[in-house]
């Protein structure tokens, strides 16, 4: 029956386009669900990026003259300013960023995934190492060594440089990475886990 052949035919091929445009519509919808928690992701994280470079420019503002070289209140001030930019990054922006790092980590096997977490963990150790020593240089001073005062502006010059480097490399090759290796139910959960942190922090 050439009638019904024709039919069959033309009917399996109708459901073979629907089948593609479902498919299609499904990866589409994928696509859509990545790029909506991404952003919203990002979003949060991008704001707080922004807030630790008001506090490196505020650090690097106070400074600009000598009169910190000694104890006083522009020591004390720019002792307080290292500890908010401390506090922040460690209660407020990196229990954030841990929910990326380990949505990357739970994706080792794909390429690229541990080198990248890696690079990032050890930049943040070394942000740690140099504040840390930063704080303690001018503790010293605090006391009166006022030699300790070469060695600390070398200190906080290089955590100024590598932390502004650091996360504008979360703004750019971390983002792009990230957007590639996770998956729609990654984003969700990272994204999710963003926004409690964000209510919680309100409500403090």
Do not use: Y
């Not at 035919?9 to 919808?29: C, E, I």
């Not at 506090?55 to 006083?72: E, M, N, V, Y």
């Amino acid at each position: 029956m050439p009638g019904v052949t024709r039919g069959t035919a033309w009917h399996r091929a109708a459901l073979g386009r629907v089948g593609a445009h479902n498919r299609a519509s499904v990866v589409d919808l994928g696509r859509r669900g990545i790029v909506l928690a991404s952003e919203s992701a990002w979003r949060i994280l991008m704001a707080e990026h922004a807030r630790i470079r008001e506090f490196l420019g505020s650090i690097q503002r106070a400074t600009a003259t000598d009169a910190w070289h000694k104890p006083g209140a522009e020591l004390r001030a720019l002792k307080r300013l290292l500890e908010d930019l401390r506090a922040f990054d460690d209660e407020t922006h990196r229990p954030k960023g841990a929910a990326l790092i380990g949505a990357l980590k739970s994706r080792s096997a794909e390429p690229g995934a541990n080198e990248l977490v890696e690079a990032h963990e050890h930049e943040q150790a070394e942000c740690d190492r140099l504040l840390a020593e930063a704080l303690a240089l001018l503790d010293a001073l605090a006391e009166g060594r006022a030699d300790a005062a070469e060695a600390c502006a070398e200190r906080l010059a290089q955590h100024r440089k590598l932390l502004r480097a650091h996360v504008a490399r979360e703004d750019t090759s971390l983002r792009a990475a990230a957007f590639k290796i996770l998956t729609p139910d990654d984003w969700s959960a990272v994204a999710s886990s963003m926004s409690t942190l964000v209510r919680g922090s309100r409500q403090r």
